[in-house]
T-cell receptor, first 116, second 113 residues
Framework: AQSVTQLGSHVSVSEGALVLLRCNYS??????LFWYVQYPNQGLQLLLK??????LVKGINGFEAEFKKSETSFHLTKPSAHMSDAAEYFC??????????????FGKGTHLIIQP | EPEVTQTPSHQVTQMGQEVILRCVPI?????FYWYRQILGQKVEFLVS????????KSEIFDDQFSVERPDGSNFTLKIRSTKLEDSAMYFC???????????FGQGTRLTVV
């Protein structure tokens, strides 16, 4: 079984400041990890994914995340926030198991607020 | 760019009625999923579907739910007798392989009154 914990339901940063959204996971087997973004009244868009290759993963819109096995973390960062980054961000995990179309387990989400 | 499409975008139904939510996954994808998001809560996995059968389902996916791929393009979620607590945004997703990223549709907002 797997689970995801996102610390902070709301994070507020100033435009141009560093964005850090925290995600910790629990999985009994090696995981695939994902970050999705949801803009108001829209679906989920993939930002980036970790699938056991490089531990530092770069995604779209300047976001990146680092897989740290020792800390069971996959925090999302962006060096400089932009007003258009305001959205809901979801961390998700999928256990790497043999075969089957296993579903994703999502965290509760973090609402990112950008202050002008 | 290929995308997952869902219809309708919003559906209102009376408690006890049956609803069918429709999805057209990306054409070369083999794995299909339904998720739901109750307002203000996290996205929850309902069911996955591969090779014309359910691959995995969550405890939420009880006997009132069913999925079907009636033809080569559509993937449907049926709720047999809707309850107030079924009100949520329902997302369809598809992926080309197991373990790869899932592409999500825009969702269908279901309101049960």
């Amino acid at each position: 079984a797997q689970s995801v914990t996102q610390l902070g339901s709301h994070v507020s940063v100033s435009e141009g400041a560093l964005v850090l959204l925290r995600c910790n996971y629990s999985s009994s087997v090696p995981p695939y990890l994902f970050w999705y973004v949801q803009y108001p009244n829209q679906g989920l868009q993939l930002l980036l994914k970790y699938t056991s290759a490089a531990t530092l993963v770069k995604g779209i819109n300047g976001f990146e995340a680092e897989f740290k096995k020792s800390e069971t973390s996959f925090h999302l960062t962006k060096p400089s926030a932009h007003m258009s980054d305001a959205a809901e961000y979801f961390c998700a995990v999928r256990a790497i198991s043999g075969g089957g179309a296993d579903g994703l387990t999502f965290g509760k989400g973090t609402h990112l607020i950008i202050q002008p | 760019e290929p995308e997952v499409t869902q219809t309708p975008s919003h559906q209102v139904t009376q408690m006890g009625q049956e609803v069918i939510l429709r999805c057209v996954p990306i054409s070369n994808h083999l794995y299909f999923y339904w998720y739901r998001q109750i307002l203000g809560q996290k996205v929850e996995f309902l069911v996955s579907f591969y090779n014309n059968e359910i691959s995995e389902k969550s405890e939420i996916f009880d006997d009132q739910f069913s999925v079907e791929r009636p033809d080569g393009s559509n993937f449907t979620l049926k709720i047999r007798s809707t309850k107030l607590e079924d009100s949520a945004m329902y997302f369809c997703a598809s992926s080309v392989e197991t373990g790869t990223e899932a592409f999500f549709g825009q969702g269908t907002r279901l309101t049960v009154v």
